[in-house]
């Protein structure tokens, strides 16, 4: 087990190596969401630092026993805008923006932190309707909404899809090459020179979404083994 996970971290690096990206250029994010801190610490002796949660409850529970290892913590689920206080001061990234009032309530939050929160919207690329995320039509607006409002503390990124699944190797691509071109034209069109990440890729696809341009794979059974639930 604790080997395991050690190896599996290696590995995952040595792809995104052989895909040659480098690992400054793709950060790989350990989503530990169900598994417990004894792995987290195994995955901290093996040299990672960037740790995923998806709820609230969980993440903040699991977070202060780390407060000495300067990790760095992305929250990834979708985030109801009520639970949005709980989120700047423990995390530094949020990948799951989708509305103008979750960016006021964590603009909010992080004031009253006095944190910074970088954030990534996320996309619903192939508008299914098992997911979260924007559709890709409607991003423009929203970003234009967002740039009208005033937020404190908060750095708009970027963007997070997840990739459709069952799908094959094109289909897979095809999405995360449309997510690359969206955040293309985003950065063009608002002159937006900080959004730049790509959060796409998770333990099934994280080498396609490198060789389509991931700037974040989020990575959890690939790592740390499957999982009991969700
Ligand atoms: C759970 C989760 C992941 C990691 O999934 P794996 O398939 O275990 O790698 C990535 N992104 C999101 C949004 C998740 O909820």
């Known amino acids: 087990m604790t080997s395991t996970i050690a190896?599996?971290?290696a590995r995952i690096r040595s792809a995104i190596d052989a895909a040659r990206r480098s690992a400054q250029d793709v950060k790989l994010i350990a989503v530990s969401k169900t598994h417990p801190v004894e792995s987290i610490r195994v995955a901290i002796d093996a040299g990672q630092y960037v740790f995923g949660e998806n709820t609230t409850q969980e993440a903040l529970a699991k977070i202060p026993t780390f407060v000495d290892a300067e990790l760095e913590?992305?929250?990834i689920g979708h985030l109801q805008s009520n639970k949005a206080k709980?989120?700047?001061?423990?995390f530094s990234w949020l990948h799951s923006l989708d509305s103008v009032k979750l960016a006021q309530r964590l603009s909010r939050a992080a004031q009253e932190q006095q944190a910074l929160l970088r954030v990534l919207i996320e996309v619903n690329v192939?508008?299914?309707?098992?997911?979260?995320?924007v559709a890709p039509t409607d991003i423009f607006s929203l970003i234009d909404d967002l740039l009208k409002q005033n937020l404190p503390n908060i750095e708009l990124r970027g963007l997070m899809t997840v990739g459709p699944h069952p799908a094959g190797e094109s289909e897979i691509r095809a999405a995360f090459a449309?997510?690359?071109r969206l955040r293309d034209d985003v950065a063009q069109r608002f002159a937006l020179p900080n959004f730049?990440?790509?959060?796409?890729?998770?333990?099934?696809?994280?080498?396609?979404?490198?060789?389509?341009?991931?700037?974040?794979?989020?990575v959890g059974s690939a790592i740390f083994g499957a999982r009991d639930y969700a």
């Open 86 to 90: 709980f989120v700047p001061g423990h």
């Open 178 to 180: 449309s997510l690359r």
């Open 7 to 9: 190896d599996n971290i």
């Open 126 to 133: 192939t508008r299914d309707p098992q997911k979260h995320g």
């Open 196 to 218: 730049t990440e790509l959060s796409m890729g998770m333990s099934g696809d994280y080498l396609d979404a490198v060789k389509e341009g991931s700037t974040m794979i989020r």
């Open 73 to 75: 913590w992305h929250f």
